[in-house]
T-cell receptor, first 113, second 109 residues
Framework: DVKVTQSSRYLVKRTGEKVFLECVQD?????MFWYRQDPGLGLRLIYF???????EKGDIPEGYSVSREKKERFSLILESASTNQTSMYLC????????????FGPGTRLTVT | DQQVKQNSPSLSVQEGRISILNCDYT??????FLWYKKYPAEGPTFLIS?????DKNEDGRFTVFLNKSAKHLSLHIVPSQPGDSAVYFC????????FGTGTSLTVIP
């Protein structure tokens, strides 16, 4: 059974803080993704990675960075959190081909005050 | 610019009846389409998919239809059950996955 875990379910941070969201998958998947989900906007891709130390920008990378030092771990970093980054953050993984589904973690609800 | 659109934010259906969720896309290069189901406070889970070379895929109570000329896909759930109440996202695969905005389905007992 594929498992994608995220370090926190709920997180409250202050404006300007540096925030780390961690994601770990146990299925040896090549691809990993970070999305944010907002009402009326669906899931929007922030960054994805198709290999260790590789990263690609998604649709909304501004204000975020990522790190993938190990195959199973993909971190999302908010360099200086702002209130408009309050959102549900979802991590996902998949095998390399484009015709397989993504497996999602439970999400992290981040509130920036 | 939304490449995958779900124009109905919500849908209510009586238990036992058919639920039809719709999705439109703009990019004819998409070659794989998926539906995900999401309960509150959980991540989306994969439901069913279809390749662009097919026009129908069925899995139990769930059937996905693809109309490439109209750039439209739909998910049919028959019969609908209260446990199907969730948000449904359609997604399309190109160089990355593109998700729609979701449709909240409520199945009324």
């Amino acid at each position: 059974d594929v498992k994608v875990t995220q370090s926190s379910r709920y997180l409250v941070k202050r404006t300007g803080e540096k925030v780390f969201l961690e994601c770990v998958q146990d299925m040896d998947h090549e691809n990993m993704f970070w999305y944010r989900q907002d009402p009326g906007l669906g899931l929007r891709l922030i960054y994805f990675s198709y290999d260790v130390k590789m990263k690609e920008k998604g649709d909304i990378p501004e204000g975020y960075s990522v790190s993938r030092e190990k195959k199973e771990r993909f971190s999302l970093i908010l360099e200086s959190a702002s209130t408009n980054q309050t959102s549900m953050y979802l991590c996902a993984s998949s095998t390399r081909t484009g015709t397989t589904e993504q497996y999602f973690g439970p999400g992290t609800r981040l509130t920036v005050t | 610019d939304q490449q995958v659109k779900q124009n109905s934010p919500s849908l209510s259906v009586q238990e036992g009846r058919i639920s039809i969720l719709n999705c439109d896309y703009t990019n004819s290069m998409f070659d794989y389409f998926l539906w995900y189901k999401k309960y509150p406070a959980e991540g989306p889970t994969f439901l069913i998919s279809i390749s662009s070379i097919k026009d129908k895929n069925e899995d139990g109570r769930f059937t996905v239809f693809l109309n490439k000329s109209a750039k439209h896909l739909s998910l049919h759930i028959v019969p609908s059950q209260p446990g199907d109440s969730a948000v449904y996202f359609c997604a399309a695969s190109g160089n990355q996955f593109y998700f729609g905005t979701g449709t909240s389905l409520t199945v009324i007992p």
